[in-house]
T-cell receptor, first 112, second 110 residues
Framework: DGGITQSPKYLFRKEGQNVTLSCEQNLNHDAMYWYRQDPGQGLRLIYYSQIVNDFQKGDIAEGYSVSREKKESFPLTVTSAQKNPTAFYLCASRGQALEKLFFGSGTQLSVL | DQQVKQNSPSLSVQEGRISILNCDYT??????FLWYKKYPAEGPTFLIS?????DKNEDGRFTVFLNKSAKHLSLHIVPSQPGDSAVYFC?????????FGTGTSLTVIP
């Protein structure tokens, strides 16, 4: 089955800790995205990548980092510099000729 | 600055009636508009889209209307079913970036 897999489903972060959210796709899509959703708010773009080894900051990149070493993988690290990390994180991908995003099932990050 | 706005946080409709969800945007460079449906703790799923060169697109019970002069689009669901109850996000894209509204929670009452 083709799709986007995010793991883990739930993640807890301790004070001062970096945590990494996984996103893997087998759709052979070039572009991948990370969004954050807070209650009552829309999806806000954190980072996106159009090709391997290249990525751009979105609207709320501070406190986050990404890498794109492989086409199918786009992990997101929430660093200790992100002071309000509790949110629902969504990974998405898009094929070259497609106008829409395909989303994973999300990761809920909470602070202990 | 929110480029895509959904001003109605919630909407309740009787089963079988029409649901109309609205969305406004500010950027005239947007060339593609989409609607996504989302359940709690799940990723959004694509519902329907429309290119900026069209003013209507229909797919079964779902129709999207685009009014470029007013920078407004709407999603019509006819007839509404209880399974349609979810949060609906409007999105707009230009190039590689997608911008989302804050969502409208639709409740279809049996």
């Amino acid at each position: 089955d083709g799709g986007i897999t995010q793991s883990p489903k739930y993640l807890f972060r301790k004070e001062g800790q970096n945590v990494t959210l996984s996103c893997e796709q087998n759709l052979n899509h070039d572009a991948m995205y990370w969004y954050r959703q807070d209650p009552g708010q829309g999806l806000r773009l954190i980072y996106y990548s159009q090709i391997v080894n290249d990525f751009q900051k979105g609207d709320i990149a501070e406190g986050y980092s990404v890498s794109r070493e492989k086409k199918e993988s786009f992990p997101l690290t929430v660093t200790s510099a992100q002071k309000n990390p509790t949110a629902f994180y969504l990974c998405a991908s898009r094929g070259q000729a497609l106008e829409k995003l395909f989303f994973g099932s999300g990761t809920q990050l909470s602070v202990l | 600055d929110q480029q895509v706005k959904q001003n109605s946080p919630s909407l309740s409709v009787q089963e079988g009636r029409i649901s109309i969800l609205n969305c406004d945007y500010t950027n005239s460079m947007f060339d593609y508009f989409l609607w996504y449906k989302k359940y709690p703790a799940e990723g959004p799923t694509f519902l329907i889209s429309i290119s900026s060169i069209k003013d209507k697109n229909e797919d079964g019970r779902f129709t999207v209307f685009l009014n470029k002069s007013a920078k407004h689009l709407s999603l019509h669901i006819v007839p509404s079913q209880p399974g349609d109850s979810a949060v609906y996000f409007c999105a707009a894209s230009t190039g590689n970036q997608f911008y989302f509204g804050t969502g409208t929670s639709l409740t279809v009452i049996p």
